[in-house]
């Protein structure tokens, strides 16, 4: 029976996303893989369509299926030679390694096409191999969510939300952006003997509030950015997934499920959320739009997927930083120019993965072609320097395309992190990865904002300031903790320097 069928070329072509799926299972949600499967069928499918026209159905499903495996063995094979560092590493090499699988490929192709022999067995175990290796996936990605249930039904964060809705005067357009990676000035200081007032005073000039020291709560962008918009530390969590567990699915949905848009929507706000690099934050039932998807790809499965199975530094490159370059202009230029009106005003959040690696600017906007390290601290201070710039542009245009009341976050949802001990930190360490940008334009407000302010209380002001809620502000905290096991959390707070 399997020697009359022909399936595997169509599963040998589901396996390079399932395979990065299931290596990093623990972070990328189920629902963000069936578009690159569908993308990946259709690659397979399309090449086996192409070659039957002039080689027959069976030989064609043949040479599919050996095309697709030497790819995914080849990218695969180099990406781990490359990293044993071991006395052989050379032949990780693409010329070398890309050589030897071209010269089997051609090899395999040639002896199908000359060959006069119909293939039934070959197809048959070529079947059963596909079968095996795909089956073998799902049954690992089935026992992992059986044995790792999540339960998103529970609102952790519900109780918070006002049991009435009041008449409110002034319904302002907010701003949420978060700027990724960017250091709070007493790093850049001390780590980059850069001095960044000049920009610090440019905002202060346009009427934000600029603490005169800012730290996020956590290390990492989905802690960080979860813990704001919830307006709330996440100890829940260590209870609910245990110490050793790395699954991020659920502060993934407590991000996406979060209480600040949740809040917003009772009073009718339009959610409009971007992809800045990164996924657009919050769920299909809260944002209305989400804008500068292309495609809406996840991007740590994209990344990986291209990092692995395209090993030609200049081709991996050029694919990674244009669509960031595209995406990060896409959002410059399309986020200033949403407005709300007195009937329905607008929340709009903006994660940019921007001065953070890929570092595709330098300090005056020209492109960068070449891969730099995320260690490189003179690639990272140039694109800061230019996030600077952009900074200013951006507010600029957000301010002058309003003609109503507007709140304007621009914020970082961390520090600079390379070179951080994350299992021996020292002072130097907590302050660098804490230490971020923090300006907050409140108009209601700004005569009487805290000295200090973290992310949780951001939501926590903005709320009480134009809702009329008496959200008490929390204690300002910093959990730091390794992203080898990020549900293990210790408070810091009173452990940074500078």
Not at 172 to 190: C, K, M, N, R, S
């Amino acid at each position: 029976m399997l020697k009359n069928l022909l399936v595997h070329p169509f599963l040998f072509s589901l396996f390079p996303v399932l395979f990065l799926f299931q290596y990093n299972i623990h972070e990328i949600p189920l629902q963000d893989v069936f578009l690159p499967l569908f993308f990946s069928f259709v690659v397979g499918f399309t090449l086996w369509i192409i070659l039957r026209f002039f080689i027959g159905g069976k030989k064609a499903g043949l040479i599919t299926s050996l095309v697709i495996m030497l790819f995914i063995i080849f990218s695969n094979l180099h990406m781990f030679i490359l990293n044993s560092n071991t006395d052989f590493s050379f032949l990780g090499r693409t010329s070398i390694l890309g050589a030897i699988m071209l010269a089997l490929l051609v090899a395999g192709i040639v002896y199908l096409i000359k060959s006069k022999r119909i293939f039934d067995n070959l197809n048959s175990i070529t079947n059963v191999i596909a079968l095996s290796l795909i089956g073998f996936l799902v049954i690992s990605i089935s026992v992992y969510y059986v044995e790792n249930p999540i339960d998103y039904s529970i609102t952790y964060f519900s109780e918070e939300l006002p049991d009435s809705i009041d008449n409110v005067t002034i319904k302002p357009d907010i701003y949420y952006f978060i700027f990724d990676e960017y250091a709070g000035h007493v790093t850049l200081e001390q780590d980059f003997n850069y001095d960044n007032s000049a920009f610090l005073k440019e905002l202060d000039e346009r009427g934000f509030y600029v603490p005169d020291i800012s730290y996020s709560n956590y290390p990492n962008s989905l802690e960080s950015i979860a813990s704001t918009l919830n307006m709330g530390y996440l100890d829940m969590l260590t209870e609910e997934l245990g110490q050793n567990s790395k699954d991020l699915r659920l502060p993934t949905e407590i991000r996406d499920n979060n209480l600040a848009m949740n809040f917003l929507k009772l009073y009718d706000y339009k959610i409009v959320s971007f992809y800045g690099g990164l996924g657009a934050a919050g769920t299909t039932a809260l944002v209305n739009e989400k804008l500068c998807s292309y495609l809406g790809i996840n991007n740590d499965l994209r990344t990986k997927f291209i990092l692995t199975y395209f090993p030609i530094t200049y081709l991996n490159d050029s694919l990674i930083h244009a669509n960031h370059r595209e995406k990060i202009e896409c959002v410059f230029s399309t986020a200033p120019n949403i407005r709300g009106t007195d009937e329905e005003a607008v929340f709009v959040m903006a994660h940019f993965l921007f001065p953070h690696e890929p570092y595709i600017y330098d300090s005056k906007g020209n492109p960068v072609s070449e891969r730099k390290a995320w260690e490189d601290k003179d690639a990272y201070l140039q694109q800061l320097q230019y996030a600077n710039t952009r900074i200013l542009e951006l507010v600029d245009k957000t301010l002058e395309n309003s003609d109503r009341e507007s709140v304007i976050i621009v914020m970082s949802d961390h520090g600079f992190r390379p070179g951080t001990d994350w299992e021996n930190p020292s002072q130097e360490n907590y302050r660098a990865v804490f230490n971020n940008l923090g300006a907050y334009y409140i108009p209601n407000q700004i005569n009487d904002m805290p000295e200090t302010i973290s992310g949780v209380n951001v939501f926590r002001i903005i709320f009480n300031s134009y809702f009329g809620t008496e959200y008490e502000l929390l204690e300002d905290k910093q959990f730091f903790f390794n992203p080898e096991k990020p549900f293990i959390y210790f408070d810091v707070s009173g452990n940074l320097s500078g």
